[in-house]
């Protein structure tokens, strides 16, 4: 049952694309724990994913834009702050891409051009949208905004490609953004380090489901689902957490500290004993 977290708050979601990936699931906690917030993801998103099904579940305006566009988030900020009647609480970007993963380029032979567009897309935007923010004056005192990461910005993961790139500078950004934007308004920032999830995106990483299996077995809790997700979310959101900033949060069942398992060690002895 929602205790309602989160009533009052006002807040911008970026990224839902369909009932797979974890800004729908935290749009839809947001609301059931009292929130309204408007939503944004690109036109093409838009056109091709099923985020008018979420509006009208969540009762949230849908703002087009491209968040690697200056002008296109001082447009959501300010149209966002227009339905309102105000500043806001709480942001989430939830946004990542990679052509050089869609087309399956090795790391040792990357188009540096997609490469860019990465870094743009899935790092670069989350300044972008703090910048807008603090120079808008949008987001209220003790306000929180969160980032969706991967373990694979500190550990190599084949597959992940440049994205592990992009993860490293997103997670840098809400450390360094995130003192400055603390020290003058109180608001906090933080990334959350997600176990291996099957969204629409996710699902184009190579090997994806045999990842998903292995951090299973590695962590001791088994991998956070996107529901998961989005409750710690909401918690991140809510004033439980105001002195909570500049830190990337592994939320992965433990994942991200283990070096072995018994789950993986009986697993690999059962192979070399197939071999044998």
Known sequence: MACQLLNGKKGIIFGALDSKSIA??????AYEQGAAFTLSNTPAALRFGEIKVLSEKCHAEIIPADATSVSDLVNVFQRTMEIFGGKIDFVLHSIGMSMNVRKYRE????DYNY???????????FHKMLQVAKKMDA?????????LTYIAAQRTLVGYNDMADAKSLLESIAR???????????????????????????????????????????SPLGNATAEECADFSVVLFSDLSRKVTMQNIYHDGGFSSMAMSLKAMTQYNKSLDEES
Do not use: C, H
Request: glycine share 8%; proline share 1%; charged share 25%.
């Open 24 to 29: 729908w699931k935290i749009a839809e906690k």
């Open 115 to 125: 490469f860019m567009k990465t870094i743009d897309v899935s790092a670069l935007s």
């Open 107 to 110: 790391y040792d032979d990357l």
């Open 139 to 147: 987001i209220n005192d003790w306000g929180s905004i969160l980032a």
């Open 176 to 218: 360094s953004f995130g003192y400055i934007y603390g020290r003058e308004k109180n608001v906090r920032i933080n990334t959350i380090s997600q176990s291996p999830t099957k969204t629409t995106a996710g699902s184009a990483i190579k090997g994806m489901d045999g990842l998903v299996d292995f951090t299973d077995r590695m």
